[in-house]
């Protein structure tokens, strides 16, 4: 048992160790760079370096190839601790290396941390707007919403996952059973009436049978994005209430009663909805005098909190983002001739940790250095003296 | 310290474990009621759309493509598109996209398309020249017809913009010299079939 253990604890300090992590994880990095040209930076990141093991679908089963980035970060890691618990010893002399280290303990961590919890959002407002949710970039969700109540509205969210699973869906709050006919990751509909020979409507209710879907490609560029559509079946215990198309290109949500209330579909970005509503009081876009350089661009916005703790004006600028909630708000882009703010908004809460690794690498390789220095200085004096 | 490296492992391990599963869970929520959509109160739609491809349910125009165009997949811009295939294999496109207001202007846009030619920009007096009118019921064309090179070869653009009260929209055909003449009398009856809903 002993020796089990001390194989075990060899293994893991092992110098050899972290160099065949090192190696693979600079194969690792190639490999992606060069898939980067194929998936873009988002499904590169996600399907390299935020995984165990980087998967090929073969014949349709996923077939882990190599290990991936969570794989090498964690070995790395416990490589790194096993090491500084067996065998280094803490002195002086080596306190800068302890610094370091313990610095890319966090920076390792810091990766691991953000992968697993940050979020990315977007928020767009017109000037005088006011939205107390952000939108996901690339996540979708359809939404069966309960519209009765002329106050507020009942939500079922059903991620895009699950409608790709093909899986029927039964939620307590819907009185009618959900069953995916069909799932596309990226398809573009058009109106049936102006297209010549056109295929079957793929849904019998509201405008989906006046569509015409055309399935495409999946894209992974970095400024394009999918828009999946679905054709879903609903189910009450009388049977079948009709087939629907949701698209993400279709921005009006489809409406139909049942069980003597109203409801509605829409497939949109997934929301993110906030204790607080932002207004955009202004937006502005600032050019150097006499030319249409971009100076500026700022967002004069007002938050107000659910609680009324919160009611404020904030500017936010390039440089300069709101931070509020556990939410970064950034400025990050705008549109409609100037008359659309669009704000980057991020959660991550371990956004220091990076900040402070960097920290403590560079006090550790400073204190490093200098205790050599130091040393140099005390060997040179005494060979001069003497 | 034989203690602290396993419990190490363990943790480290489960969040390698935890990190690969990240399940996707439905969610149910109450919110305030939303504003009631464009639709729902007839006012025009307001420049939400965070999709980057247009909603085809929400174009204020329709037409109606000949038999023998062939719908393409519209891209992240278009709100049609067509393939005209000839028999000899020619190959021609046809794209309709719209843009807010006027768009940059007329001369901007119709210099935009010399630039796909390989043309050199013409001023607004030589713009002037260079087009033709085309109505059809209460809908007014701008008309024009460029020659230049392209990547096979000659190329012609046959444009027509159309300005709204709020957007123009813009019909391209583009491809060989030749085909793209020959194409010409099937796009200026495709523009007359163009109606505002």
């Not at chain 1, 055309?214 to 560029?221: G, L, R, S, V």
């Not at chain 1, 908004?345 to 250095?369: E, K, T």
Request: with cysteine.
């Amino acid at each position: 048992m002993r020796d089990i253990w001390s194989s075990f604890v060899k293994f893991f300090v092992s110098l050899q160790l972290t160099v065949v992590l090192l190696s693979l994880s600079i194969i690792l990095i190639f490999a992606a760079t060069l898939d980067q040209v194929n998936l873009g930076i988002w499904a590169v990141q996600e399907k390299y370096f935020r995984s165990l093991f980087v998967l090929w679908n073969i014949k349709g089963f996923p077939v882990p190839v190599f290990p991936g980035g969570y794989f090498i970060g964690g070995l790395l890691f416990i490589n790194l601790v096993s090491a500084h618990a067996f065998r280094f010893k803490l002195t002086w002399k080596k306190s800068g290396i302890f610094l370091t280290h313990l610095g890319l303990m966090l920076l390792l961590l810091g990766e691991l941390f953000t992968g697993l919890w940050q979020k990315e959002y977007q928020l767009r407002l017109d000037q005088g707007q006011t939205r107390s949710y952000s939108e996901s970039y690339r996540d979708n969700e359809l939404a069966i919403t309960d519209a009765s109540d002329p106050k507020w509205d009942e939500v079922v969210a059903i991620p895009e996952k699950r409608l790709a699973s093909g899986e029927p869906i039964q939620v307590a709050k819907l009185p009618f059973r959900v069953a995916i006919r069909s799932y596309y990751t990226n398809a573009t509909v058009q109106m049936r009436d102006q297209l010549p020979n056109a295929p079957a409507a793929p849904a019998t209710r509201d405008i989906g049978a006046k569509l015409a879907l055309f399935p495409m490609a999946i894209t992974y560029k970095q400024d394009d994005r999918n828009l999946p559509a679905a054709v879903i079946e609903l189910f009450g215990p009388e049977g079948s209430l009709g087939t629907w198309l949701v698209s993400t290109m279709l921005m009006e949500p489809q409406i139909f009663d049942y069980a003597g209330k109203t409801w509605r579909l829409s497939f949109r970005f997934a929301r993110n909805y906030h204790p607080y509503a932002i207004t955009l009081l202004k937006f502005s876009h600032d050019r150097y005098l006499g030319t249409d350089i971009p100076k500026n661009f700022s967002s004069k916005i007002h938050v107000r909190s659910d609680d009324g703790k919160t009611d404020r004006d904030v500017l936010i600028s390039m440089n300069n983002p709101l931070r509020y909630d556990g939410m970064t708000f950034y400025q990050q882009s705008f549109a409609n001739n100037d008359n659309t703010s669009i704000l980057q908004v991020v959660r991550n809460p371990s956004w220091l940790l990076p900040y402070v690794a960097c920290i403590l690498m560079g006090l550790g390789l400073l204190v490093q250095f200098g205790i050599h220095l130091f040393g140099f200085f005390v060997k040179r004096r005494t060979a001069v003296s003497s | 310290m034989f203690l602290r490296v396993p419990l190490f492992i363990f943790v480290s391990v489960t969040l390698l474990f935890a990190a690969g599963c990240r399940d996707a869970k439905i969610a149910t929520y109450r919110v305030p009621r939303e504003t009631p959509s464009a639709k729902e109160t007839g006012i025009a739609p307001a420049a939400e759309a965070t999709s980057l491809t247009p909603d085809p349910t929400t174009i204020p125009i329709v037409w109606q493509a000949p038999p023998t165009w062939t719908p393409k997949a519209l891209g992240t811009m278009r709100k049609g598109s067509f393939l005209i295939r000839g028999d000899d294999g020619s190959e021609a496109d046809v794209s309709i996209i719209s843009f807010p207001g006027f768009a940059g202007g007329l001369v901007e846009n119709l210099n935009r398309w010399r630039g796909q030619l390989k043309l050199p920009p013409l001023t607004a007096e030589q713009i002037a020249g260079a087009t033709a009118e085309l109505s059809s019921g209460n809908l007014k064309f701008t008309v024009v017809d460029f020659v230049g090179e392209g990547p096979a070869g000659p190329t012609r653009i046959i444009g027509a913009v159309l300005a709204l009260s709020d957007e123009t929209y813009f019909f391209k055909l583009m491809g060989p010299d030749v085909f793209a003449e020959k194409s010409r009398p099937a796009f200026i009856d495709f523009l007359k079939t163009v109606k505002t809903r």
